[in-house]
């Protein structure tokens, strides 16, 4: 096996338990989310091998590591020179699994391509050549192996051939070897041939399929449908056929383009039917010599998804057909390569090589592969000029496709609407049943069930082939629901050709339009009867939920939108399926995870490093379709794709489960794994990392103090200190306590302080975060609990615009408006969701976006949009929300008006309105809520004042604000004179 990173040996253990009498780890080659790849030398031969280390957290079911074994073993019987071998298999002291393979010194193709763009005529021939060779080799023994792709091919320096690596997924098609579910599909979207992608049986055909998208990725410079979601992917890779070679690459070699594309027919009997065709073809055989020779017919003209390969021309003055042969070398536009010319050995004893063979392809000339004037520029995408070339290319993320469709339980009922969001009026039942309309211009009605009123469905073996979509009809009036919860029954429409037939060749897309719900599938595929269905997961209800049905690429057929409405108990109306659905666990399925799907947060959009939006939520069912519930799900991002806030954690009564999602801290597609913990059911979550631009901030002169020290910091970002420092809160190097303001060392420009009880932190106009004073409990945020007495930076690399200390915890906010803590955590004012102490910053959940944050003695507060959140302590009710109970997660504060400033006092919380209006809630055991009375509050109440206010600010036990004018007011304890009044 291969790597292009760059070894790192400071992650290298001294030894692998179990291995260490055989083995040397030499270094780490890289990591992923279910393993890590370690270089090793082999002590009894003295050689290099790869040691890829499965983690245990994927091999807790023996029965899966026995069915995984019995696959390597299979894998292992494959020695060839174009594959990467399989030495064994091994059990460690820690329970997870080791394959020890072949080390390949070289690149993996994706990262030639994403490097050099197209390849040159003759590497790709090469390339095609070496793999088609392996496969071929392979097929002979059964093994189908299902992920073909650039990622699995790596281009071996040290000899300079391409070999396939990753038999991980590898398959006898003869026998049930494979670690696969029944009705599963598995591999790369990109990649996988029609039939894969539908879960049905395979052989050697859907890899040469795969293989045929590989070589049209390296002939174009770029991944088929890069930039398109998973579902479009989907649809495209089954129904539409990729545009032909010769418009975007011009002056392709006939054998070259035929060899390819009589690969990438949809139908598996329509294209090669053995990777020795494909050879032959490629080798410069003509078509029709090669399907002569195999009996295999031409296929037919009336299918819509194939471009049957042209005969050869004659060669006139384009690139001679390029015989088997090399590969690349790591850098340059000129690559050469010489290749011994024959298999001495077999050129001994038979006199001249089988063609056939796969283990020998004949003589190979030495050749050049220059920058070749012949060819065209680097082709734009189809259907684009060059300049509208996305910049980017797309990650495909690997997936379990699984053939099952989800249901759930609750209270909300639905109406259907037009597409121009005209609501259809209830009609007289029970509950709010309605008759779902179409949509569009003409508005005419059609009865649930989707025939014309009075009309009859005709004998389905008489029906004639149905035509293009038309129309879409929904099947369902009134469902039953709850916020948060999946529709009673499943939203469901038929799809009508122009006659009103049923039309059988259609997919469906789902889409949720308003409300934060989620719909699985997004892209659902019409049954013989033209129906389509999708389970909807309602949103919390604040917003109506709306999820639109359409037909793609189909612009003249109307869409139809769902419509929720919370409340009440409602029936399914007389148009609708009758029924329902199993509860959790029954029905024959029994508890046994099945399927998992993501319901909520996928593909979102993020900044590195931070976490997403919103968190990512998923259902696990049962081969009924109920939910599975009791089961432990695992959260694992790949290596450098960020941390789950939830690495395990066991599913609800409805089989849902949700983490919270911190991206990497690179740009690009970053992927998420979900799997049902000792089970082979999984799912991948996506998500892209754009990066923010790095926040410049200006000096603000400010004043802040804290329980025995002040900090000011001037225009021009000069930050001073004075008062107590016994845990070296003034941060000038020493422990003494200063009278006069002291210079913090380290000669950082500040733009924003705090000071909080023993600890101090300060943002530079760079963005970088540092710390210094007390660490008891990790409020300093770097990783330790040991106290500092000069600045330090913060953990995570991150840049922050705003922060806040407390008494034992900080918070800050990013420009993006993501909001992390650290430090004591006992009642949740960490936000996180958990109670434990974190010594780094640890993002505050919810998904909420935060435009201010302020830390208190034990609860913390921030302002987002015209909301207010509060978590922590709430044991005085100084989080607003009227509960009494503390909460580690954000809660809303019960207040009807926006806040534009908030603050958070010792137990107490205030803010300002945009009106000047001042509000505070929690402890008033001193007046300091200002409300004239000493009674504590658990929602906000208004200050007792007819000034008008623009900030506020709460100490421990008093508070103050300013008026425009500049005035301040205080109230609250007065026992040092704090109110300023001249009294105590």
Known sequence: MSTHRAPRSSEVPKVLGGLEDEYEILSELGRGGTAVVYLARDRALDREVAVKVIRSTYVEDEEAVARLVREARTVGQLQHPNIVMLYGTRRLDDNSLALIMQYVPGRPLKSVIRNDGPLPFKMVAAVLDDIGSALLYAHRQKIVHRDIKPENIYLDEAVEVARLADFGIARHWDKDAGITLPGMAIGTPTYMSPEQID?????????????????????????????????????????????????????????????????????????????????????????????????????????????????????????????AGPLVDDDALTIKYVRPQENELEHAVTGQPDPADGQDQGPRRRFELEDEDQEAPAPAPWGETPEERPAARGRVMALALLAFVS?????????????????????????????????????????????????????????????????????????????????????????????????????????????????????????????????????????????????????????????????????????????????????????????????????????????????????????????????????????????????????????????????????????????????????VAEATAAAAASPRLSARATVVSGATHACAVTSTGVLSCWGGNTYGQVGDGGRTRQSRPTSVAGGLTFARVSAGFTATCGITTAGDLYCWGRNEVGELGDGTTLARATPNRVAGGRTFVDVDVGFAHACARTAAGQAYCWGKNDSGQLGDGGSGDQTRPSPVGGGILFRSITAGWNHTCGTSGSQTFCWGANDRGQLGDGSGANAALPALVAVEFGLSQVTAGGSHTCGVSAGGGAYCWGNNQYGQLGDGTTQDRDTPVPVDSQAGFTAVAAGPVHTCALTPSGAAYCWGRNNWGQLGDGTT
């Open 199 to 323: 879960g049905a049986h395979l052989d050697g055909r859907s890899d040469i399929y795969s293989l045929g998208i590989v070589g049209y990725e390296m002939l174009t410079g770029q991944q088929p449908w890069a930039g398109e979601n998973l579902y479009s992917i989907i649809y495209k890779q089954k129904r539409e056929q990729l545009p032909p070679l010769d418009e975007v690459r011009p002056g392709l070699p006939a054998a070259l383009q035929q060899a390819v594309e009589g690969a990438l027919h949809k139908i598996p009997d329509d294209r090669w039917q053995t990777a020795e065709q494909f050879l032959a073809c490629l080798r410069s055989q003509t078509v029709e010599d090669v399907r002569s020779r195999h009996g295999v017919e031409r296929p037919s003209e009336a299918d819509p998804g194939s471009r049957a390969p042209a005969p050869v021309e004659p060669a006139g003055d384009e690139p001679e057909p390029v015989p």
């Open 407 to 683: 249901a759930g339980l609750g209270f909300v009922a639905f109406n259907a609407m037009g597409e121009d969001g005209g609501l259809v009026d209830p009609v007289p039942g029970n509950g709010a049943a309605v008759t779902p309309t179409q949509g569009g211009p003409s508005g005419s009605e059609t009865p649930a069930g989707g025939l014309p009123a009075g009309g009859t469905a005709p004998d389905p073996a008489s029906r004639p082939e149905s035509g293009l979509p038309d129309r879409l009809v929904p099947l369902v009036g009134t469902l039953t629901g709850a916020p948060g919860q999946a529709t009673a029954q499943p939203v469901r429409v038929q799809v009508l050709d122009a006659d009103g037939m049923p039309a059988t060749v259609a997919v469906v897309e789902f889409r949720v339009e308003s409300g934060g719900g989620a719909v699985s599938p997004q892209i659902a595929d019409v049954d013989s009867e033209g129906i389509a269905e999708a389970t909807w997961v309602l949103g919390n209800g604040v917003q109506p939920d709306r999820v639109t049905a359409r037909v793609p690429g189909r612009s003249g057929v109307d869409a139809v939108t769902f419509v929720a409405e919370t409340g009440g108990t409602a029936v399914v109306d007389a148009g609708s399926p009758g029924g329902s659905l199993p509860a959790a666990g029954g029905g024959n399925g029994g508890n046994v995870p099945a399927a998992l799907n993501v319901v909520a947060g996928a593909a979102q959009q993020g900044t590195p490093g931070e976490p997403l939006p919103q968190p990512v939520r998923i259902q696990v069912l049962n081969q009924d379709g109920a939910p599975a519930t009791g089961v432990t799900v695992l959260f694992t991002p790949d290596e450098g794709h960020g941390n789950a806030s939830m690495e395990a954690t066991t599913v609800d009564d409805q089989g849902f489960a949700e983490t919270s999602w911190t991206l990497g801290p690179t740009s690009g597609s970053q992927r998420l794994r979900i799997q049902v913990a000792g089970q082979s059911v999984f799912t």
